[in-house]
């Protein structure tokens, strides 16, 4: 069975830094999609970036562009996404998602596996 497990979220200022890891198990993922959306209280869950499994293709939104970077670690399953110079927009619970598909996309429908979420405070 499929699971995603994010960690790394936590409460801090603005303009600090955040590391979260999605760990990854149950499936070869070598033909997986990844996803970060998050989801501030009253808001609809949004794309913050995804990459396919290889790392050949990444994908941001605007809001986070140059400040954010995805990757993967294959070795280990896990995908990481480095926050840097948070904002508190930023604020909200951040969800790793899987769906099995080369191709990365943006539209939350598309993705089938979910992790539990892990919550990011900035405060300004």
């Known amino acids: 069975q499929l699971q995603l497990v994010e960690s790394g979220g936590g409460a801090v200022q603005a303009g600090d830094s955040l590391r979260l890891t999605c760990a990854a198990s149950?499936?070869?993922?070598?033909?997986?999609?990844i996803g970060w959306f998050r989801q501030a209280p009253g808001k609809e869950r949004e794309f913050v970036s995804a990459?396919?499994?290889?790392?050949?293709?990444?994908h941001y939104a605007d809001s986070v562009e140059g400040r954010f970077t995805i990757s993967v670690d294959g070795a280990k399953n896990t995908i990481h996404l480095a926050m840097n110079n948070l904002e508190s927009a930023d604020t909200a619970v951040y969800y790793c998602?899987?769906?099995?598909?080369?191709?990365?996309?943006?539209?939350?429908?598309?993705?089938?596996?979910w992790g539990q979420g892990t919550q990011v405070t900035v405060s300004s």
């Open positions: 998602a899987a769906a099995r598909d080369k191709m990365i996309h943006t539209d939350y429908s598309h993705y089938i596996w």
């Open positions: 149950g499936y070869a993922f070598s033909d997986f999609d």
């Open positions: 990459i396919s499994w290889s790392g050949g293709s990444t």
